[in-house]
Protein backbone atom coordinates (compact mmCIF):
# COMPACT_ATOMS: atom_id res chain seq x y z
CA UNK A 1 0.00 0.00 0.00
CA UNK A 2 3.25 2.30 0.65
CA UNK A 3 4.36 1.68 -2.77
CA UNK A 4 1.26 2.46 -4.49
CA UNK A 5 0.78 5.77 -2.33
CA UNK A 6 4.72 6.65 -3.28
CA UNK A 7 3.66 5.96 -7.28
CA UNK A 8 0.02 7.96 -6.62
CA UNK A 9 2.14 11.08 -5.33
CA UNK A 10 5.59 11.02 -7.29
CA UNK A 11 5.85 13.63 -9.86
CA UNK A 12 8.32 12.94 -11.53
CA UNK A 13 10.04 9.38 -13.22
CA UNK A 14 13.30 8.95 -13.87
CA UNK A 15 13.97 8.00 -17.27
CA UNK A 16 16.79 5.61 -19.21
CA UNK A 17 17.44 5.14 -22.57
CA UNK A 18 19.46 2.03 -24.20
CA UNK A 19 22.26 4.97 -24.43
CA UNK A 20 23.58 6.58 -21.32
CA UNK A 21 20.41 9.70 -20.55
CA UNK A 22 22.26 12.94 -19.86
CA UNK A 23 20.83 15.74 -17.33
CA UNK A 24 19.69 17.67 -20.32
CA UNK A 25 17.43 15.32 -22.21
CA UNK A 26 16.16 14.36 -18.67
CA UNK A 27 15.26 17.54 -18.23
CA UNK A 28 13.60 17.74 -22.10
CA UNK A 29 11.48 14.35 -21.05
CA UNK A 30 10.26 16.34 -17.71
CA UNK A 31 9.39 20.10 -19.63
CA UNK A 32 7.41 17.71 -22.54
CA UNK A 33 5.30 15.90 -20.15
CA UNK A 34 4.66 19.15 -18.08
CA UNK A 35 3.61 21.02 -21.31
CA UNK A 36 1.18 17.61 -22.07
CA UNK A 37 -0.74 17.87 -19.16
CA UNK A 38 -1.23 21.34 -19.41
CA UNK A 39 -2.61 21.09 -23.26
CA UNK A 40 -4.74 18.36 -21.35
CA UNK A 41 -5.97 20.72 -18.48
CA UNK A 42 -6.51 23.49 -21.72
CA UNK A 43 -8.62 20.63 -23.59
CA UNK A 44 -10.55 20.28 -20.17
CA UNK A 45 -10.87 23.79 -19.71
CA UNK A 46 -12.19 24.67 -23.21
CA UNK A 47 -14.84 21.63 -23.25
CA UNK A 48 -16.45 23.01 -19.74
CA UNK A 49 -16.74 26.36 -21.85
CA UNK A 50 -18.27 24.84 -24.16
CA UNK A 51 -20.68 22.82 -22.26
CA UNK A 52 -21.47 25.54 -20.39
CA UNK A 53 -22.11 27.90 -23.16
CA UNK A 54 -24.20 25.26 -24.33
CA UNK A 55 -26.55 24.58 -21.13
CA UNK A 56 -26.87 28.75 -21.16
CA UNK A 57 -28.48 28.69 -24.32
CA UNK A 58 -30.40 25.77 -23.72
CA UNK A 59 -31.85 27.44 -20.85
CA UNK A 60 -32.86 30.97 -22.65
CA UNK A 61 -36.69 30.76 -23.13
CA UNK A 62 -36.81 34.07 -25.15
CA UNK A 63 -34.45 32.43 -27.80
CA UNK A 64 -35.93 29.42 -29.40
CA UNK A 65 -33.67 30.09 -32.50
CA UNK A 66 -30.51 29.62 -30.56
CA UNK A 67 -31.48 25.96 -29.07
CA UNK A 68 -29.31 24.82 -32.02
CA UNK A 69 -26.16 26.51 -31.40
CA UNK A 70 -27.01 25.01 -27.72
CA UNK A 71 -26.93 21.79 -28.92
CA UNK A 72 -23.70 22.08 -31.81
CA UNK A 73 -22.02 23.84 -28.46
CA UNK A 74 -22.58 20.31 -26.28
CA UNK A 75 -21.59 18.13 -28.77
CA UNK A 76 -18.49 20.04 -29.50
CA UNK A 77 -17.61 20.02 -26.03
CA UNK A 78 -17.85 16.22 -25.91
CA UNK A 79 -15.62 15.49 -29.13
CA UNK A 80 -12.75 18.25 -27.99
CA UNK A 81 -12.74 17.00 -24.14
CA UNK A 82 -12.63 12.95 -26.12
CA UNK A 83 -9.33 14.73 -28.63
CA UNK A 84 -7.87 16.12 -25.82
CA UNK A 85 -7.83 12.77 -23.44
CA UNK A 86 -7.12 10.79 -26.79
CA UNK A 87 -3.80 13.24 -27.53
CA UNK A 88 -2.82 12.66 -23.89
CA UNK A 89 -2.26 9.24 -23.96
CA UNK A 90 -0.70 8.84 -27.39
CA UNK A 91 2.26 11.48 -26.40
CA UNK A 92 2.12 9.98 -23.30
CA UNK A 93 2.66 6.11 -25.06
CA UNK A 94 4.63 7.86 -27.44
CA UNK A 95 7.30 9.08 -24.52
CA UNK A 96 6.90 5.50 -22.68
CA UNK A 97 8.82 4.25 -26.20
CA UNK A 98 11.49 6.14 -26.24
CA UNK A 99 11.99 6.17 -22.40
CA UNK A 100 11.40 3.70 -20.51
CA UNK A 101 10.93 4.63 -16.54
CA UNK A 102 14.25 3.69 -14.82
CA UNK A 103 13.88 0.99 -12.06
CA UNK A 104 16.83 1.56 -9.44
CA UNK A 105 16.78 -1.84 -8.98
CA UNK A 106 18.24 -2.95 -12.22
CA UNK A 107 20.95 -0.54 -11.99
CA UNK A 108 21.93 -1.96 -8.78
CA UNK A 109 22.21 -5.59 -10.55
CA UNK A 110 23.89 -4.05 -13.26
CA UNK A 111 26.98 -2.77 -11.33
CA UNK A 112 27.55 -5.90 -9.54
Given amino acids: MNNGLKQLIQFTND ?3 KEEIILRDHLAMERTKLANERTLLSYI ?3 LYLLLG ?3 LLGLTDFR ?3 II ?3 SLI ?3 ILLFVGILRYF ?3 KHLKRYYKP ?3 AIKSTKES
Fill in 102 to 104: FDP
Fill in 76 to 78: LSC
Fill in 70 to 72: GYI
Fill in 45 to 47: RTS
Fill in 15 to 17: YQN
Fill in 90 to 92: QLN
Fill in 54 to 56: GIA
Fill in 65 to 67: DLR
